[in-house]
């Protein structure tokens, strides 16, 4: 009898944990939908999204990982760059007006007819 209520205790433990950890990963912190609510996703990892035409103005995205992202025709304006990571990332038309890039990582990124002044 013991044996068994132990056994119940412990999937009914188990059945709790799983539940629990179940809910904080759906509810755990999305990068992109921080970034489009607050504008603001320091240290995010945003690496190959897609971003085309996203508003971006003023965001800062200091330290952030868009390497192969596509940033074609965002704005960027004004936008904190800082230490970004933009390794392969497409910013063809992407408006760049302002936008702080000191120490970014631009290699093979695609700035066709970007706007950097």
Do not use: H, Y
């Not at 809910?23 to 085309?52: F, H, M, V, Y």
């Not at 408006?95 to 290699?107: E, F, M, T, V």
Request: charged share 20%.
């Amino acid at each position: 009898m013991k044996l068994r209520q132990s056994f119940i205790w412990g999937i009914s433990l188990g059945l709790v944990a799983l539940v629990g950890i179940t809910w904080l990963i759906i509810n755990q912190d999305n990068p992109l939908d921080q970034l489009r609510e607050t504008k603001n996703c320091q240290n995010c990892n945003l690496a190959g999204l897609e971003l085309s035409r996203e508003d971006l103005k003023g965001a800062n995205l200091e330290k952030a990982n868009l390497a192969a992202a596509n940033l074609a025709g965002a704005n960027l304006e004004k936008a904190n760059l800082v230490g970004v990571n933009l390794e392969g990332a497409n910013l063809e038309n992407a408006n760049l007006k302002k936008a702080n890039l000191s120490g970014a990582n631009l290699r093979r990124a695609n700035l066709k007819n970007a706007n950097l002044l």
